[in-house]
T-cell receptor, first 112, second 115 residues
Framework: KQEVTQIPAALSVPEGENLVLNCSFT??????LQWFRQDPGKGLTSLLL?????REQTSGRLNASLDKSSGRSTLYIAASQPGDSATYLC???????????FGAGTTVTVRA | EAQVTQNPRYLITVTGKKLTVTCSQN?????MSWYRQDPGLGLRQIYY???????DKGDVPEGYKVSRKEKRNFPLILESPSPNQTSLYFC??????????????FGAGSRLTVL
């Protein structure tokens, strides 16, 4: 069974600092890996999706990398802003059977 | 606006009183799914549906039922709720085609408390 872990559970950084969020998974035979953002009282919003054949994806200040051999994905957020404060979750997809295994998330606070 | 709508958003009920959480999407998505989110455990899949009249169990289906009579609706039914079903519930949907590129659209969540 796929286990997805996100460490740390929470972190706080000053505005302008680059954020590095980690995600590890136990089964390297993934179909894709997704990063989501969750704001209080709202649902999850997809940020980036990396196919198993890709090494990274970028969107604006966000960059996500994938290393299947080591079972790791990293989400980088450049020049953090207070509006980046949220919980970030990663999820690994098992082949194409539409089942996602989620990590518990990392709650980020960006201090102004 | 393309969206997934869940109702109710908040509910407090008592043990054993049947309840239904509705989920509706307006994007003509074939795939729909229910998750529950508990502190420290992340989201866990309860049930999912690939199309009308096609449903399957996720990782934690015990105590829940679903139905998919129409493409847009995927209600979650708790026949006899228990306190361990107190949780935050999310419904999500997406197209089946090009599943590797399509991402899930989530509802805003339904916070359920069972006393």
């Amino acid at each position: 069974k796929q286990e997805v872990t996100q460490i740390p559970a929470a972190l706080s950084v000053p505005e302008g600092e680059n954020l590095v969020l980690n995600c590890s998974f136990t089964d390297s035979a993934i179909y894709n890996l997704q990063w989501f953002r969750q704001d209080p009282g709202k649902g999850l919003t997809s940020l980036l999706l990396i196919q198993s054949s890709q090494r990274e994806q970028t969107s604006g200040r966000l960059n996500a990398s994938l290393d299947k051999s080591s079972g790791r994905s990293t989400l980088y957020i450049a020049a953090s802003q207070p509006g980046d404060s949220a919980t970030y979750l990663c999820a690994a997809s098992h082949s194409n059977d539409y089942k996602l295994s989620f990590g518990a998330g990392t709650t980020v606070t960006v201090r102004a | 606006e393309a969206q997934v709508t869940q109702n109710p958003r908040y509910l407090i009920t008592v043990t054993g009183k049947k309840l239904t959480v509705t989920c509706s999407q307006n994007m003509n998505h074939e795939y729909m799914s229910w998750y529950r989110q508990d502190p420290g455990l992340g989201l866990r899949q309860i049930y999912y549906s690939m199309n009308v009249e096609v449903t399957d169990k996720g990782d934690v289906p015990e105590g829940y039922k679903v139905s998919r009579k129409e493409k847009r609706n995927f209600p979650l039914i708790l026949e006899s709720p228990s306190p361990n079903q107190t949780s935050l519930y999310f419904c999500a949907s997406r197209h089946l085609k090009d599943s590797g590129a399509n991402v899930l659209t989530f509802g805003a969540g339904s916070r359920l408390t069972v006393l």
